[in-house]
């Protein structure tokens, strides 16, 4: 898969989550063009087209950013902070995708610019149909920016 037909940017430590996650996106039939990463830095060098990733075209975003909030070394908040602070990768629809149901979590998201908060449910079935659901909103029926 060419780096620049990524549709989906999941970043996840946790295996097991991003294994849960595939799966249900799989299942959806929504994990044809996704690019995992299991840790911060290699998500900015993705999503800032640098390092490894120099090679992607930083003007063909993904469609989605599935980002877990709590990451070493950089935690979800500082990247979301990075992509929404920076012009060419504002735009980028960033789906917080994490265990927290904290308020104050919650309202650093949205103030940041989170474009959605979901709280990863305990059992796969709500967790595959959530998935599902997101993905299809954002793969299929948003409209992103020309």
């Known amino acids: 898969m060419s780096l620049n037909a990524v549709e989906i940017l999941l970043v996840e430590d946790s295996m097991d989550d991003a294994e849960l996650t595939i799966r249900a996106l799989k299942k959806n039939n929504l994990a044809n063009n996704l690019l995992h990463v299991s840790d911060s830095e290699a998500a900015l060098e993705f999503i800032f087209a640098t390092g490894k ?3 992607r075209n930083i003007n063909i975003p993904p469609k989605l950013i599935l980002l877990d909030m709590h990451m070493p070394k950089i ?3 500082e ?3 990075q992509i929404k602070s920076n012009e060419q990768t504002k735009k980028y629809p960033v789906v917080i995708l994490t265990s927290s149901k904290e308020n104050k979590d919650i309202e650093k ?3 940041l610019g989170a474009n959605s908060y ?3 449910p305990v059992d796969f079935d709500t967790f595959s149909e959530t998935i599902g659901k997101l993905g299809w909103y954002w793969l299929q029926i948003n409209q992103p920016p020309a």
Do not use: R, T, W
């Open 79 to 81: 990247i979301l902070k």
């Open 109 to 111: 998201c949205y103030e």
């Open 75 to 77: 935690n979800g908040l």
């Open 118 to 120: 979901i709280v990863k």
């Open 53 to 55: 990733f120099s090679e």
